[in-house]
């Protein structure tokens, strides 16, 4: 269509093939994630419904609800985002309904068919098929790629691998144990988000293998955890969205690995020392015992 309808905080464009949302930047009443986000292009086949229904304060709002499995943004965030926050939200003046109804019908009849069917104001996909593919829709965000925690740092290379790095300050003596950790994309099935908004929020990577994993995430060298205002929403969720694409994207078949061969990380000299040296402040701090700070050393340096 070409059309372009502002609302607040965001503006819709009606493309032929997709709906194209640019968020408000500059503006410290939009929220962040949307100035993180700055735009989405949502093809119409990721869409179930549109919806029209009245606002807050002489408003109304227009709703593009994504079908289950289109968008690695939404299916990150789980239902966790907070109405305000949610990017298919466009809030217009109650003076625009009429318009934003226009639009609506316009929307709608661009859609599939399957989500179209019964759609009315009132329904919310609840029902709708999940999208038949092994990869995404809606492209996921791109950036950013790094963020701290309590307990570290956070960054993904935008392809192919997770790093975690721990800090003194907040990681348990576990992650002390366990060393900074690199995770392939290959390794991994999924991500978890619990958002940092929530008490104890965290993310963790889940691994193909299903080996198992310590409940309390503080304690799992595979997540990282949020708190005190570290790992806000508008970075954790755009980079937990990046690496589930990333993992969605990947051809998911195991790779051969030579009996004995180790990895790369455990074939840097660099990588291994800064093991050691991590390992030796958790001993001058008195969490690990010399019996284990002298186990541990030797079986480093067994992998140089």
Avoid at 110 to 120: E, K, S
Avoid at 131 to 146: I, K
Wanted: negative net charge; contains cysteine.
């Amino acid at each position: 269509m070409g059309d372009v309808l502002a609302g607040i905080h965001a503006t819709w464009e009606f493309e032929s093939d997709a709906l194209v949302i640019r968020f408000e930047r500059g503006n410290r009443n939009t929220p962040k994630l949307f100035g993180a986000l700055r735009e989405r292009r949502v093809p119409h086949e990721a869409l179930a419904s549109v919806t029209l229904t009245p606002g807050k304060r002489g408003t109304v709002v227009l709703h593009a609800v994504p079908r289950p499995g289109a968008d690695p943004l939404m299916e990150a965030a789980a239902g966790q985002l907070k109405e305000t926050c949610d990017p298919y939200r466009l809030v217009l003046p109650a003076d625009r309904e009429t318009l934003a109804e226009y639009y609506r019908d316009e929307l709608r009849a661009l859609l599939p068919r399957d989500a179209t069917a019964g759609a009315d104001d009132s329904a919310e996909g609840d029902d709708v098929a999940v999208v038949p593919t092994d990869g995404f829709l809606v492209a996921a965000p791109t950036g950013p790629l790094s963020f701290k925690t309590y307990d570290g740092k956070a960054s993904f290379d935008g392809t192919s691998e997770i790093a975690f790095r721990w800090s003194w300050t907040g990681a348990s003596s576990e992650k002390w144990k366990a060393g900074d950790q690199t995770f392939s994309v290959r390794e991994l099935s999924g991500v978890e988000w619990r958002s940092p908004e929530i008490l104890d929020g965290y993310l963790r990577l889940l691994p193909r293998d299903g080996t198992p994993r310590p409940a309390q995430p503080d304690r799992d060298p595979a997540s990282v955890v949020f708190g005190l205002g570290l790992g806000p929403v508008h970075e954790s969720l755009p980079f937990a969205a990046a690496v589930l694409a990333a993992i969605r994207g990947k051809d998911r078949a195991p790779v051969a690995v030579p009996a004995g061969a180790p990895d790369a990380a455990r074939r840097d000299p660099g990588a291994v020392a800064d093991r050691i040296r991590h390992l030796g402040d958790l001993h001058r701090a008195g969490l690990v015992t010399d019996e284990e700070f002298s186990a541990k050393k030797a079986e480093l340096l067994a992998e140089l």
